[in-house]
């Protein structure tokens, strides 16, 4: 299953060292260059989970001081497009289609970014992965869904 694919082995051998997470999380952002912009650790990947923070810092900071969301979204693409490559079965593809996000609270603190997969849910068609950013104190400041289309390799 997933867990045997690249993605894992790589996170895997790499997060069990000191400085592993950081190296891994700087891959990930070399292989989609946007992602620097944030500069989001990836702290924990399982097959159909991962968590990922950011911190509070003038470079992802908008007028006012927080976080800005549309950092916060940049986290949490990442936080779903390594999530989704740790977890997809062999055979299978996948490219985002959309997302949707609500703001519930001002994000005043580092924040952690989180993406869940329902493993069943991995089949042909539309597939809603739960996207949440919470501060350091737990409250959730961004909630929605990244909707992924997936396809069989050809």
């Not at 693409?77 to 999530?83: F, I, N, Q, R, W």
Request: with cysteine.
């Amino acid at each position: 299953m997933a867990a045997s694919n690249q993605v894992m082995k790589m996170w895997q051998t790499t997060s069990r060292y000191p400085g592993g997470k950081l190296l891994f999380s700087k891959v990930v952002s070399r292989k989609a260059p946007f992602f620097k912009s944030v500069n989001a650790q990836i702290e924990e990947l399982q097959p159909n989970y991962a968590k990922l923070r950011i911190k509070k810092r003038r470079a992802v900071e908008n007028h006012i001081g927080t976080v800005h969301v549309i950092a916060i979204c940049n986290m949490l693409e990442m936080a779903m497009g390594v999530c989704a490559e740790a977890s997809i079965p062999a055979g299978l593809r996948w490219i985002p289609k959309g997302m949707q996000v609500d703001y519930t609270a001002k994000a005043g603190t580092d924040i952690i970014g989180i993406a869940e997969i329902n493993p069943d849910a991995w089949k042909p068609g539309d597939l809603d992965v739960k996207i949440t950013a919470l501060d350091t104190q737990g409250v959730e400041v961004v909630k929605g869904t990244i909707r992924l289309w997936i396809s069989e390799k050809k």
